[in-house]
């Protein structure tokens, strides 16, 4: 059999990642099944596909599990008002949940 240059010698795997796309499915046992900030249940997680190719041109499609989205907001207020800062993690949360389906 031919030797194929997919695996380098340290055994390291390469492709050429040609697309890329996300899907949203149910939690699998590669996923987290809750979400770790509330301990709500996730209906639906995030899935990245790539759709690659090795050097000597075997097709390959990989989905990738546990890279979630996420977001920063900077915040220049009075940090000391717990209230405030609460409701707005709060509120922030529940718009994400709505959009990625928890329970």
């Known amino acids: 059999m031919e030797y194929d240059k997919t695996f380098d010698d340290d055994g390291v795997f390469h492709v050429q990642v040609n697309n890329i796309d996300t899907y949203q499915s149910f939690p699998t046992t590669l996923d987290r099944a809750f979400n770790p900030s509330t301990g709500q249940k996730f209906l639906n997680l995030p899935i990245i596909r790539l759709y ?29 008002n717990g209230m405030f800062t609460f409701f707005r993690y ?9 959009l990625y389906g928890v329970l």
């Open 90 to 98: 709060t509120r922030l949360d529940q718009v994400s949940n709505s």
């Open 52 to 80: 690659s190719s090795t050097p000597t041109g075997r097709n390959v499609l990989i989905h990738v599990h546990g890279v979630y989205p996420y977001f920063y907001i900077e915040y220049k207020g009075d940090t000391n």
